[in-house]
């Protein structure tokens, strides 16, 4: 069974950073772009980062683009997304997910394979 695992979330005051993480198991993680989306209270789903499955390609929102970055390790099967200079409009619950290809177009659909459930973040002013 697939399965994504975020973790790393926590309350952190504006201009701080936080790590979050991706673990995967149950599918041939190698074969697969991981891409990171959130969603703030009332509102819809927004997709914020993405990596390819090998060459590393990487794809990022205007809204934390120079702030975030994303990286992953295949012996790890782990994708993690750095956050760096946060702000209280990053408040969100953070999900992590699989797809076949890291485009901004596929971060916008955000029709991924599998997901995870979810990590919360909280920026305070």
């Known amino acids: 069974e697939a399965q994504l695992v975020e973790s790393g979330g926590g309350l952190v005051q504006a201009g701080g950073s936080l790590r979050l993480s991706c673990a995967a198991s149950g599918f041939n993680f190698d074969d697969y772009a991981i891409g990171w989306f959130r969603q703030a209270p009332g509102k819809g789903r927004e997709g914020i980062s993405c990596i390819s499955s090998r060459n590393g390609r990487t794809s990022f929102t205007d809204s934390v683009k120079g702030r975030f970055t994303i990286s992953r390790d295949n012996a790890k099967n782990t994708v993690y997304l750095e956050m760096n200079s946060l702000k209280p409009e990053d408040t969100a619950v953070y999900y992590c997910?699989?797809?076949?290809?890291?485009?901004?177009?596929?971060?916008?659909?955000?029709?991924?394979?599998?997901w995870g459930q979810g990590t919360q973040v909280t920026v305070s002013s």
């Open positions: 997910a699989a797809d076949d290809f890291c485009t901004i177009a596929t971060l916008t659909q955000g029709d991924y394979d599998y």
